[in-house]
């Protein structure tokens, strides 16, 4: 299993950002306190998503939790048994 840590909340903050747009639906959907489960069928649309949020990334921990965010999205795009889990506290 492979995890993207995100102790400073940095992924929370960026969502934050674009949360009520209605132009980042998927991103939209993170919720901090709750889990969401994504199917590899998802991930194109997940992958376009974390790069626009990438554009967003301030600091070097903004742009490395979105990166490792991508990697796993990416990984999981490959291989229809696999899901992303996103985990909130």
């Known amino acids: 299993m492979a995890t993207a840590l995100d102790h400073d909340d940095a992924f929370v903050r960026l969502v934050d950002q674009i949360r009520g747009r209605g132009t980042n639906p998927m991103l939209e959907r993170i919720d901090p306190y709750r889990s969401l489960i ?10 376009q998503e974390l790069a626009r949020l990438r554009l967003l990334a ?3 921990e903004d742009l490395r939790v979105v990166r490792e965010f991508e990697d796993l999205a990416r990984e999981c795009a490959t ?8 985990d909130g506290d």
């Open 38 to 47: 994504l199917t590899s069928v998802e991930m194109p649309q997940f992958l």
């Open 58 to 60: 301030m600091t070097t």
């Open 79 to 86: 291989n229809p048994m696999l899901q992303l889990h996103l």
